[in-house]
């Protein structure tokens, strides 16, 4: 991580069943299968161990939790998709809620959608992308867990998911919560999409 950001001013907003009403701030939303390690992508880009809180256990976050960055940015946690070991009612839930906030945030102006990087392409993730697509709200790839794959390994990977969700530089990142690997690429993202630095 060459340019850590300096993050002295880390508020918690809280956690809220449904899209949360808080003053004006450009917003940047993580979201992205169950355990796809989306709490340590948090937590590293925050530069804290316990912001966001981690779980082995899938589906841990269930509500929308809100973090604002030195009165300048806030960061929403949504609800992990996909196969978390939670009652189909509980599911249908949290699509609804994710897409609530995603259609109805005015503030919002960039959507981080996590993805691991040794899986192949994954029906939910494909869905993610074509509603940010269609509803014209600037995303971004970031695959984690890169230390996870051996160099040659991981640059095949990489070109497989780039052409499976038809994106191209800038759209993609590579990221390791574990060795830092894609902190400043990230972070130069959403420095860029919310028009200021920390």
């Not at 509980?90 to 959507?111: A, P, T």
């Not at 919560?177 to 130069?188: F, I, M």
């Amino acid at each position: 991580m060459k340019n850590q950001r300096h993050i002295p001013q880390l508020t918690f907003e809280g956690s809220f069943p449904q899209t949360p009403v808080l003053d004006s701030f450009p917003e940047v939303a993580f979201v992205g299968r169950s355990n796809v390690g989306k709490s340590s992508a948090i937590n590293t880009l925050l530069g804290r161990k316990k912001a966001a809180r981690v779980s082995g256990q899938p589906g841990r976050t269930q509500l929308i939790n809100c973090f604002r960055l030195n009165e300048k940015i806030r960061f929403v946690d949504l609800p992990g998709y996909g196969f978390a070991k939670v009652p189909l009612v509980v599911k249908k839930q949290w699509g609804k809620m994710i897409e609530q906030y995603l259609l109805n945030r005015s503030d919002l102006k960039l959507v981080v959608i996590l993805i691991d990087v040794r899986h192949s392409l994954q029906e939910m993730d494909m869905q993610m992308v074509d509603v940010v697509r269609h509803y014209n709200i600037p995303f971004v790839l970031v695959a984690t867990k890169a230390d996870k794959l051996k160099r040659n390994a991981l640059a095949k990977q990489v070109k497989k998911l780039k052409e499976g969700f038809a994106v191209k530089g800038s759209q993609f990142k590579v990221f390791s919560s574990l060795s830092g690997q894609g902190y400043d690429e990230v972070w130069t993202g959403i420095e860029q999409a919310c028009g200021c630095t920390l």
